[in-house]
């Protein structure tokens, strides 16, 4: 699932340039329903690790324009264990209280991500993989 789900997380952050971590984590469970809550914020954690080593997307805040996030603003919200809840009620994932501020932290898609997206969707046309993401984009 992490190949694919790397590819759907591209796919989120295509949509809008942007997402907070939550709100890729609830998309993200609304897409796979039968995945533990616990084991997605894994497989999410790790995907994340992998996107951002390819530079397809970073981690940033808003200051009149983005701005990538310090190393101390990174040991916040990394791992997203320490920046995320689960809220079994809700059935939803939300921001840890002492965390969220309204300009800190989202992932960002970077050019590279942007690019590395739209080939992929471009290579494979009328694919699974395509199929699926243009389904998803629908569901959201």
Same mark, same amino acid.
């Given at each position: 699932?992490?190949?694919?789900?790397?590819?759907?997380?591209?796919?989120?952050?295509?949509?809008?340039?942007?997402?907070?971590?939550?709100?890729?984590?609830?998309?993200?469970?609304?897409?796979?329903?039968?995945?533990?809550?616990?084991?997605?914020?894994?497989?999410?954690?790790?995907?994340?690790? *992998?996107?951002?080593?390819?530079?397809?997307?970073?981690? @940033? /805040?808003?200051?009149?324009?983005? $701005?990538? !996030? #310090?190393?101390?603003?990174?040991?916040?919200?990394?791992?997203?264990?320490?920046?995320?809840v689960?809220?079994?009620? *809700?059935?939803?994932?939300?921001?840890?209280?002492?965390? @969220? /501020?309204?300009?800190?932290?989202? $992932?960002? !898609? #970077?050019?590279?991500?942007?690019?590395?997206?739209?080939?992929?969707?471009?290579?494979?046309?009328?694919?699974?993989?395509?199929r699926?993401?243009?389904?998803?984009?629908?569901i959201?």
């Amino acid at each position: 699932m992490e190949r694919s789900l790397e590819l759907e997380i591209l796919h989120i952050l295509l949509e809008a340039g942007e997402e907070n971590l939550p709100t890729i984590l609830n998309a993200l469970l609304v897409r796979h329903p039968d995945t533990a809550p616990e084991v997605l914020l894994v497989d999410v954690s790790d995907a994340l690790q *992998a996107i951002e080593r390819q530079s397809f997307a970073q981690y @940033a /805040r808003y200051e009149d324009g983005w $701005v990538a !996030l #310090t190393p101390e603003e990174r040991q916040l919200v990394l791992p997203l264990v320490k920046s995320v809840v689960w809220q079994p009620a *809700a059935g939803r994932w939300r921001w840890k209280k002492d965390v @969220a /501020r309204p300009d800190f932290p989202v $992932v960002i !898609l #970077t050019d590279r991500g942007k690019e590395h997206i739209h080939h992929v969707l471009r290579a494979a046309p009328g694919s699974d993989l395509e199929r699926r993401l243009l389904r998803l984009s629908r569901i959201r």
